[in-house]
């Protein structure tokens, strides 16, 4: 029988009510979430590693990084089939990505979680783990490099997002729809992934990199703010194709000139930014003042992605070439 390490980090997944204030906390440890798993040990060998057990709001990048490198020595052991690593919901797709990047293998490591917790009906945990392990052991899941499981569906790192606050059926892959589904007691795939993440192995990240999100008749405030925190790295999530209020502009540029680098993306959940619009402030105008793409990416993906690069390589032409060559022919 294959084996597959389930390393738990929090989350609704190990959640229950707390009577007296009423809200869930976290409170169980592996074994307990398992104890609701019908027949767990009839699919795979499993390995319970209660890592740390955390609201996911509470997952730094720095703890992502630390989690790496964890995930990295089960990997590294030829027993092990395939990783699944359970996690709140909410920063989960950040964990995914920032995972999907950092490693290289070709054993399926899966992310998985919980919209309810065990106090509630319909707890979906216990259906989200056989689904997740199910895939960990997948040949076909191999080498597709990090996954998420929920509610059916298997996405990719690189494209998922929590699209709604309560709904089960919340990761969604919205531009191209999942790779595929675990049906009872099959894993099935019905395409690849859009593409395969650029591997950036550092072994640390740039802490000082910010997210702004654009909205109508933004001036360059916040940007002086972060050029002021010494800011290494910005991710601009603009308006539509990529492009900024004109009262932006000269903030951008006195960034740009400081050193910072900035990676543009849209505040659109589908589609990529791209340099055709020429005004100022416009998507060519803000990539000829050195602004880099970030293709389709969400805000949040693109800073796990800058803090990493920058971490790697403060170099622009790498930065630009980590960010650019996937998305721009
Ligand atoms: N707030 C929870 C968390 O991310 C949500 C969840 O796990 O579903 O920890």
Redesign the pocket.
Known sequence: MKKAAIIFT????S?AIDENIKAAVPALAGKEILSYVKDITSIADIEIDDYIS????YITPEIMLILAKHVQTYIDRDDIAGIVIT??????EETAYFLDLNLRTEKPIILV???RSVSELGYDGPSNIVAAVRTAISLDARNKGVLVVMNGDINAANEVMKTHTMSLDTFKSLEFGPLGIVDDNQVLFYRSSTHISTHIPTDKIEEKVYLIKVVAGMDGDLIEYYINKDAKGLVIEALGRGNVPPMMVPAIKKAIDAGIKIILVSRCPKGRVFDNYGYHGGSKNLRELGVIFGGNLSGQKARIKLMLALGYKNDYDYIKSVFEDEYYK
């Open positions: 929090g989350g609704t997944i959640m955390l609201p996911s709001p996690h709140g919901t909410d920063t989960l979680g919980a919209m």
